[in-house]
């Protein structure tokens, strides 16, 4: 028998196994099995080049489905420009891209994505343009555009130890959104007051397991530690909808109606307790810890998560650690939720507002369909009066508010949320020095 036919027999010995299990969740692990085989597979056979290899050379990267989990497979300063034909702006991944500076163009329906290696492109993520084969003429039209941007950057930097204040003197908190571990260092660089929401889903994407709770002290740790004494707000795994762990397959018709954020979470006890406890164990002797819950749609799942948040916090306080419980948030990005934000605010200590999901929500569009990309509108009168409502119904609660959805860093929504009253704008790091958004 050659090692295929071995590495066959053996895998799927363990996934007959793993299948006769009760458990659904263990009998769901199943398919990390087939996958893992899939992959050893590969690993023998292939003699192809590995990724560091292929991305040698500064490349833009193109395909039909790109994804946050990629990003996190390529050397970034090889990724010059990325192209995908399915998603949109509002998709991770082009959030993500969008954070790392990288020119993006989303759902590029008709383009012959299979016709396109090794040919020269001009990415332009203001306008949602690819061009191929261009000519000297547009090459040195684009030279200059990226010049231009680079002086602006420039320009930018001299405000950046300003505070934060309008000419007539109000003050307003500039928070960033992280989720990779690069953020830290050039989010401080660039002024932000602390992390208003670290994406914690990004570093799980990025590994080919679970990571263990060990391993998420550790991540965690660099994120407090680099804004210590700052507030750093970490997010409870959100993961669903177009956020998936490639060792965690879940397979739905409506993924954002789905199983997703703080339902799969409280489903599965084993990954939110490693998580909350790695979190409040990297917060000794910082205490600088927040912890916010993603996809509430109701009071019950907020307060099982803070029942469960305080258990976590008492065993490792137990365990010596030296720690204080952390406060606890909740995003508002479901509809629902804005009907219930003063239930809501009684219970925890800080709102942060997702716009990012909740104009999806309201406007039932969804944010990774490209079909639909031009119904996706945060400035749609019916969000711009959640949005409103929402600080209007708390402003007496004494409860913390904050937006950190993509609207924030827009110049105009950053305006709009702040004559609405919110105090904390929480954006992604490209919005500390760029006035305009970088893809499309
Ligand atoms: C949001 O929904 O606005 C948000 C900040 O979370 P995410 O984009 O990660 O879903
Ligand atoms: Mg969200």
Request: one cysteine or more.
């Amino acid at each position: 028998m050659g090692f295929q036919g071995a590495l066959r027999q053996v895998i799927q010995a363990h996934i007959s196994q793993f299948n006769r299990m009760d458990d659904p969740y263990l009998r769901e692990r199943a398919s990390d099995l087939r996958d893992l085989g899939r992959r050893i597979l590969s690993h023998l056979q292939e003699k192809a080049p590995n990724i560091a290899e292929r991305f040698s050379e500064p490349s833009i990267i193109v395909g039909e489905e790109l994804t946050a989990s990629m990003l996190g497979e390529i050397p970034i300063d090889k990724i010059k420009g990325l192209v995908s034909v399915m998603g949109s702006g509002n998709s991770h991944v082009a959030i993500l891209a969008r954070a790392m500076g990288i020119p993006t163009v989303m759902g590029a329906l008709d383009l012959p994505y299979a016709q396109l290696d090794k040919v020269n492109l001009i990415v332009d993520g203001y306008l949602g343009k690819i061009f191929t084969y261009p000519s000297e003429a547009l090459i040195e039209n684009y030279q200059q555009i990226v010049d231009e941007e680079r002086l602006l950057e420039e320009e930018y930097e001299t405000l950046r130890d300003l505070p934060c204040e309008t000419l007539d003197n109000h003050r307003l908190s500039l928070f960033v959104n992280t989720g990779l571990s690069a953020d830290i260092a050039r989010s401080l660089d660039r002024g932000a007051e602390g992390i208003g929401l670290y994406r914690t889903e990004v570093p799980f994407m990025v590994r080919d397991r679970f990571p263990t709770e060990a391993e998420q002290v550790v991540i965690y740790r660099q994120q407090l530690e680099g804004f210590a004494p700052a507030p750093v707000t970490v997010r409870t795994l959100d993961i669903g909808g177009d956020k998936a762990l490639p060792y965690f397959p879940i397979n739905e018709a409506n993924p954002f109606l789905g199983w997703r954020g703080i339902r799969v979470t409280l489903d599965h006890l084993e990954i939110f307790m490693a998580q909350i406890r790695a979190m409040i164990k990297a917060s000794a002797g910082l205490h600088n810890l927040k912890i916010m819950l993603p996809m509430i749609s109701n009071v019950a799942e907020v307060e099982e998560a803070l029942a469960l948040i305080r258990r976590g916090y008492a065993e490792v306080k137990e365990e010596g650690y030296d720690v204080k419980m952390p406060q606890v948030g909740v995003m508002i990005e479901i509809p629902a939720a804005v009907y219930q934000v003063k239930e809501l605010a009684e219970l925890v200590d800080f709102l942060s507002v997702g716009s990012n999901d909740l104009t999806q929500y309201l406007l039932a569009v969804d944010r990774n369909n490209p079909r639909v990309a031009d119904l996706y509108n945060s400035f749609h009168p019916s969000v711009l009066r959640a949005l409103y409502s929402i600080v209007d119904q708390v402003k007496d609660e004494g409860v913390g508010l904050s937006v950190c959805g993509e609207m924030a860093g827009d110049p105009m929504g950053a305006i709009l949320l702040m004559a609405m009253g919110y105090d904390v704008l929480s954006m992604k790091l490209d919005e500390f020095t760029k006035s305009e958004s970088g893809d499309s």
